[in-house]
């Protein structure tokens, strides 16, 4: 495959009401190439007032004196039509989301952008699918009950730097397929995909209004998103430091809220495991998309029989990926986000040092980009940072344990804050199915290091957050229940 040139970028505004819209003032925020560290152009600063503007598209679109109805199956008929408006400009995309966030361009054609794709024609199918129901009261006289499925309102989405233009595609798909309108914020690092998400949107026979990009820094368009009065209900996905500001604040206004949270998600591999295929899962789990992935299995606990072997597998996989810029075909693993990101993860690695951790294999790389290697640290506490927080880069930590019992091993997989997924690796289906009782997070893969599929619910328990996305619960989220009772 020839090496992709620089995509031309969306202009520096806004996508509101159907059209690109001038910014209320002139701040812009850098484009930065995360594997050289150079800019390559602007996005706008968008203030409350944009967030205003684009509340208001969204208001005026539901709610708005003589505008036509969005009936069900226009709803699925524009979601599929922008599911094959980006299929046809795929390689445009996956340039855009591979300089923009610094992805190997090998992934964004067979990860990315695909996925995006599948999400909008996944989702478009519920909005013919959503319906209520009717009850039988027992009230004396004659009566006919239902509850019917409404749209919950404006939806303001908040959506990380990880996966742009999916993450956009899985917040977008369920939200308009239950007629909400909705305002988008991507992330400040990360806004290309979803401003040309948007100008397609509005080819694609989605009404003016019901889908709205406003770009800007989180305590500046995303607070105002948040705070928005007209705002029915914020999804948002990112750190838990922010989930909780946003929470906190969405609890104040009685706002309905999902917060998909931090991760730091535990790998369970029993000594019966198939060690070849379990490397190659938990490779693919840590270090896909550079360990920038909320439910990457980031806490290996395996049996100490089979520790040494699994180890060197799962080092030889992180050895043998090319690092190198996002836009060469060969680059298997890309930089980090940031140079904030690259000293984050640096700094995770480095106090596990001091504390007495062992750098297995990798470490950071210096330089323009903000590469880092496969990086696997053994000899590790449960007291270290590395071990508690999510450090959201390719650092794997080693745990053996000795012990055979179900209870003991789940106890070490629980003993973390967060909660969004675990990872299992056994031959024996009791075992697995033993652990599956007992593990306290929001998804749990048996003999799979990941993927996803748009029907399963995602979402965590403790501090990864609440409320599930993807699924049938992902799309009923955004409606709301309405009682009707009639007496005849
Ligand atoms: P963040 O959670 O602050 O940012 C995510 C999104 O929230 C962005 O769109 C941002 O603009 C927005 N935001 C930030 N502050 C906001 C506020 N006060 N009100 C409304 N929106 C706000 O995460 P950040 O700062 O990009 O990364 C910090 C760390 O968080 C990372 O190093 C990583 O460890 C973790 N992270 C985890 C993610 C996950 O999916 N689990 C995703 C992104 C970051
Ligand atoms: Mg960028």
């Not at 999916?166 to 909705?182: D, E, R, T, Y």
């Not at 836009?327 to 000293?343: N, W």
């Not at 053994?378 to 590395?386: E, G, K, L, R, W």
Request: glycine share 12%; hydrophobic share 45%; charged share 15%.
């Amino acid at each position: 495959m020839s090496q992709p040139g620089l995509p031309v970028l969306p202009p520096a505004r806004h996508h509101i009401g159907g059209i690109w819209a001038q910014p209320s003032g002139g701040e812009t925020i850098a484009v930065e190439d995360p594997s050289t560290g150079q800019i390559v152009g602007d996005v706008a600063a968008g203030s409350a007032a944009d967030i205003d503007a684009a509340v208001s598209a969204a208001h005026h679109a539901m709610y708005g004196a003589g505008r036509a109805r969005w009936a069900p199956a226009q709803r699925q008929a524009a979601l599929l039509a922008l599911a094959d408006a980006v299929e046809a400009r795929a390689e445009e995309f996956a340039r855009l989301e591979s300089l923009d966030a610094g992805k190997p361009i090998f992934n964004a054609r067979i990860v990315d952008v695909p996925g995006a794709i599948a999400a909008l024609r996944y989702f478009a199918g519920w909005a013919t699918k959503l319906t209520g129901e009717t009850m039988e009261l027992s009230t004396p006289g004659n009566w006919h009950g239902h509850a019917r499925r409404e749209p919950v309102g404006v939806v303001g989405q908040i959506v990380p730097w990880n996966y742009p233009l999916m993450g956009a595609a899985c917040k977008i798909g369920p939200a308009l397929a239950a007629g909400c309108a909705v305002v988008l914020k991507p992330a400040e690092q990360t806004s290309l995909s979803t401003l040309r998400l948007a100008e397609l949107a509005s080819e694609c026979g989605i009404p003016a209004g019901y889908f709205n990009v406003v770009t800007g820094l989180g305590a500046e368009a995303g607070a105002a998103l948040v705070e928005h009065p007209d705002v029915a209900k914020i999804s948002f996905t990112g750190s838990t430091l922010t989930g909780r500001r946003i929470a906190e604040s969405c609890g104040r206004q009685i706002k309905r809220c999902t917060v998909e949270l931090g991760g730091k998600s535990p790998v369970i591999v029993l000594p019966d495991a198939d060690l070849e295929s379990a490397a190659r899962g938990i490779a693919t789990s840590i270090f896909f998309n550079t360990g920038q992935t909320c439910s990457a299995g980031s806490r290996l606990l395996v049996h100490a029989s089979v520790v040494a072997d699994l180890v060197e597998r799962i080092a030889a996989i992180g050895a043998s990926m090319t690092i190198g810029a996002s836009g060469d075909a060969d680059t298997r693993l890309g930089p980090l986000i940031s140079a904030a990101q690259h000293s984050r993860v640096s700094g995770f690695v480095e106090s596990a040092q001091a504390q007495g951790a062992h750098l297995a294999a990798g470490g950071a790389l210096s330089g323009k980009g903000h590469f880092f290697r496969p990086t696997i640290l053994t000899d590790v506490t449960a007291q270290m940072a590395a071990v508690e927080e999510e450090i959201f880069g390719p650092v794997l930590c080693v745990a053996p344990f000795e012990t055979s019992d179900l209870d003991e091993i789940a106890a070490l997989a629980n003993d973390s804050a967060y909660g969004l997924a675990a990872y299992v690796w056994t031959r024996d289906i009791t075992d697995a199915l033993g652990l599956i009782d007992r593990l306290r997070a929001g998804t749990v893969r048996i003999n799979s290091g990941g993927g996803n599929d748009f029907s399963m619910p995602v979402g965590g328990v403790k501090q990864s957050g609440f409320g599930r996305e993807n699924g049938r619960a992902g799309v009923e989220a955004y409606t709301e229940l309405k009682s009707v009772t009639m007496a005849y």
